[in-house]
């Protein structure tokens, strides 16, 4: 029963974090269905799988962030308070980035990939073919609104895939700006665009797809994994968690500090993998905060409020739920906020109690805790006795404490004395583990997400003799035969076109010896 009212209740209220919902409505529900219905058919035709439409919607796709660059600018403006230059630091790059390497790679990532193989199939094609997966639902989420959204997207055209696109109701006007434009550019039936709040979103997941891949909380990405199970989707969770950064005593503080610092403030704090909170000695921590107290007024000037840099709190909601996060903390530095702006000052308290509200939930917002500790190994135990989170940042000149918290912790990811940069290199697999999150994109691995890696393996009837050992009446030496075959392994891809090459030198020479001898038995006559 209570599961039920958690539901009905609950549900629509975590869901993005809608400010207000209304219960479905049967022209909802009839619309959702219509969307999913037709983005399937069109999937069918077939039209989304060949290379050359992929690589046409990409181009698309990138002539939308250049040629609509000012107005998307505005609109997250509009939404977060993001400057211009943010918007295309923070937003457009990392998605044009994404877009330019697979129009450079997808002919390499869409290709057979060759595997090694035994005894047994030395003559067999075995390869692993990568195919679409089908329509796939891409959730958005609100702090990176452009880029939460479109990165998923660029992964799901490449794959050869349909993709119905939720974003986050929460920041409208991008919302509203996205749905505009998607369909001037990229195919309208294939890459249909849905707003709306959690109604939309819940009668969405309803429907049945081939994959969903949703970012945000932990708790909502609890719900989107229980009814993508009703149809067996596979889901990709990219979620949050409270992402600890330990600075030891042995570190260049300054570096460390204005390094946090920039991470933790960028976008307002709204930022999943920003550090959540600071793990040090309380020897260095006033040391810590001189530094960090540099720092802000080097980025942001003696009123932060005025900053073009500085973002502000996305709702009212979000706004009280920070504000009480403060409650029985000693504020250090900052504490100044303005409901009627959304304005949270950059914020940072000192000798938090782990106790503490603020430490018992994902901050995501401008609220920087210290958290004193005797040394590394109990910042390791400080940081596994919590679930894992999506990034850990340490910071120390020691290898052998680097080492130590690489050994001895688990996280999504890892930057050691830097923070959130693991995040723009495409090369490596961005995702978290257990309550953070399932499944990785970014790159070729956002490729490898959203197809289905086809284990394909392809013989001739010939030479049927090789296939005795496998067939009855079974025996000890067939078995044995058997054994061999499929235990003997053979060189992989590159090594083994060398060894064929070889193979082939060897029998080119046995057959012109062969040759030989018959001219000279000839002559010899």
Same mark, same amino acid.
């Given at each position: 029963?209570?599961?039920?009212?958690?539901?009905?209740?609950?549900?629509?209220?975590?869901?993005?974090?809608?400010?207000?919902?209304?219960?479905?409505?049967?022209?909802?529900?009839?619309?959702?269905?219509?969307?999913?219905?037709?983005?399937?058919?069109? $999937?069918?035709?077939?039209?989304?799988?060949p290379l050359q439409f992929r690589l046409q919607q990409l181009r698309a796709l990138r002539r939308l962030l250049s040629e609509h660059e000012a107005t998307i600018s505005a609109a997250l403006k509009q939404d977060l308070n993001k400057s211009h230059f943010n918007a295309q630091l923070f937003e457009l790059i990392g998605v044009e980035t994404e877009i330019a390497l697979a129009l450079d790679k997808l002919s390499e990532w869409a290709?057979?990939?060759?595997?090694?193989?035994?005894?047994?199939?030395?003559?067999?094609?075995? $390869?692993?073919?990568?195919?679409?997966?089908?329509? @796939?639902?891409?959730?958005?989420?609100?702090?990176?609104?452009?880029?939460?959204?479109?990165?998923?997207?660029?992964?799901?055209?490449?794959?050869?895939?349909?993709?119905?696109?939720?974003?986050?109701?929460?920041?409208? &006007?991008?919302?509203?700006?996205?749905?505009?434009?998607?369909?001037?550019?990229?195919?309208?039936?294939?890459?249909?665009?849905?707003?709306?709040?959690?109604?939309?979103?819940?009668?969405?997941?309803?429907?049945?797809?081939?994959?969903?891949?949703?970012?945000?909380?932990?708790?909502?990405?609890?719900?989107?994994?229980?009814?993508?199970?009703? &149809?067996?989707?596979?889901?990709?969770?990219?979620?949050?968690?409270?992402?600890?950064? $330990?600075?030891?005593?042995?570190?260049?503080?300054?570096?460390?500090?204005?390094?946090?610092?920039?991470?933790?403030?960028?976008?307002?704090?709204?930022?999943?993998?920003?550090?959540? $909170?600071?793990?040090?000695?309380?020897?260095?921590?006033?040391?810590?905060?001189?530094?960090?107290?540099?720092?802000? #007024?080097?980025?942001?000037?003696?009123?932060?409020?005025?900053?073009?840099?500085?973002?502000?709190?996305?709702?009212?909601?979000?706004?009280?739920?920070?504000?009480?996060?403060?409650?029985?903390?000693?504020?250090?530095?900052?504490? #100044?906020?303005?409901?009627?702006?959304?304005?949270?000052?950059?914020?940072?308290?000192?000798? @938090?109690?782990?106790?503490?509200?603020?430490?018992?939930?994902?901050?995501?917002?401008?609220?920087?805790?210290?958290?004193?500790?005797?040394?590394?190994?109990?910042?390791?135990?400080?940081?596994?006795?919590?679930?894992?989170?999506?990034?850990?940042?340490?910071?120390?000149?020691?290898?052998?404490?680097?080492?130590?918290?690489?050994?001895?912790?688990?996280?999504?990811?890892?930057?050691?004395?830097? @923070?959130?940069?693991?995040?723009?290199?495409?090369?490596?697999?961005?995702?978290?583990?257990?309550?953070?999150?399932?499944?990785?994109?970014?790159?070729?691995?956002?490729?490898? %997400?959203?197809?289905?890696?086809?284990?394909?393996?392809?013989?001739?009837?010939?030479?049927?003799?090789?296939?005795?050992?496998?067939?009855?009446?079974?025996? &000890?030496?067939?078995?044995?035969?058997?054994?061999?075959?499929? %235990?003997?392994?053979?060189?992989?891809?590159?090594?083994?076109?060398?060894?064929?090459?070889?193979?082939?030198?060897?029998?080119?020479?046995?057959?012109?010896?062969?040759?030989?001898?018959?001219?000279?038995?000839?002559?010899?006559?």
């Amino acid at each position: 029963m209570m599961v039920q009212v958690f539901r009905v209740l609950v549900l629509p209220v975590l869901l993005y974090d809608c400010e207000t919902w209304t219960p479905m409505g049967s022209s909802v529900s009839s619309m959702e269905i219509e969307v999913v219905d037709r983005t399937r058919a069109a $999937y069918q035709t077939g039209r989304s799988r060949p290379l050359q439409f992929r690589l046409q919607q990409l181009r698309a796709l990138r002539r939308l962030l250049s040629e609509h660059e000012a107005t998307i600018s505005a609109a997250l403006k509009q939404d977060l308070n993001k400057s211009h230059f943010n918007a295309q630091l923070f937003e457009l790059i990392g998605v044009e980035t994404e877009i330019a390497l697979a129009l450079d790679k997808l002919s390499e990532w869409a290709a057979p990939r060759p595997v090694q193989k035994n005894l047994l199939s030395m003559l067999v094609d075995a $390869y692993i073919q990568p195919e679409p997966l089908g329509v @796939v639902l891409i959730i958005g989420a609100w702090n990176y609104p452009w880029a939460l959204t479109l990165k998923p997207l660029v992964g799901a055209i490449a794959a050869g895939n349909a993709a119905v696109v939720k974003p986050s109701e929460i920041t409208q &006007h991008s919302a509203n700006l996205l749905k505009e434009l998607l369909p001037q550019y990229l195919d309208k039936e294939l890459y249909p665009v849905v707003t709306g709040g959690a109604s939309e979103t819940q009668e969405l997941l309803r429907q049945r797809f081939d994959h969903i891949f949703y970012t945000g909380s932990s708790a909502v990405g609890k719900l989107v994994m229980e009814a993508a199970a009703r &149809h067996l989707s596979p889901v990709t969770l990219e979620l949050g968690g409270k992402s600890p950064c $330990y600075v030891d005593k042995d570190c260049d503080l300054a570096v460390a500090s204005r390094r946090i610092t920039w991470g933790k403030f960028t976008n307002c704090g709204q930022t999943c993998i920003a550090p959540d $909170y600071v793990l040090c000695e309380p020897a260095i921590q006033d040391r810590l905060l001189q530094e960090m107290q540099r720092t802000l #007024q080097e980025f942001y000037g003696d009123d932060p409020r005025t900053s073009p840099d500085y973002g502000r709190i996305v709702s009212e909601r979000h706004f009280d739920r920070l504000i009480t996060l403060m409650d029985d903390c000693s504020v250090a530095l900052g504490g #100044q906020s303005d409901r009627s702006e959304l304005y949270i000052a950059p914020t940072i308290l000192r000798d @938090v109690d782990p106790s503490c509200r603020l430490m018992q939930e994902e901050v995501f917002g401008p609220l920087l805790a210290l958290v004193t500790v005797n040394g590394v190994d109990d910042a390791i135990r400080f940081m596994n006795d919590r679930e894992k989170p999506l990034a850990i940042y340490v910071f120390s000149s020691s290898k052998k404490v680097i080492k130590k918290v690489l050994a001895e912790t688990s996280s999504g990811g890892v930057t050691v004395n830097d @923070v959130m940069m693991h995040y723009t290199l495409s090369s490596l697999p961005f995702g978290g583990v257990g309550q953070s999150g399932m499944g990785r994109y970014h790159g070729r691995h956002t490729y490898d %997400q959203l197809s289905h890696l086809r284990a394909c393996y392809v013989t001739s009837p010939a030479l049927e003799s090789f296939n005795k050992a496998r067939y009855p009446p079974l025996s &000890h030496g067939r078995l044995r035969k058997a054994r061999c075959c499929l %235990q003997t392994w053979l060189c992989s891809c590159a090594r083994a076109s060398i060894l064929w090459v070889a193979l082939s030198s060897i029998l080119a020479l046995g057959l012109l010896v062969a040759l030989l001898v018959i001219l000279f038995k000839d002559t010899s006559k």
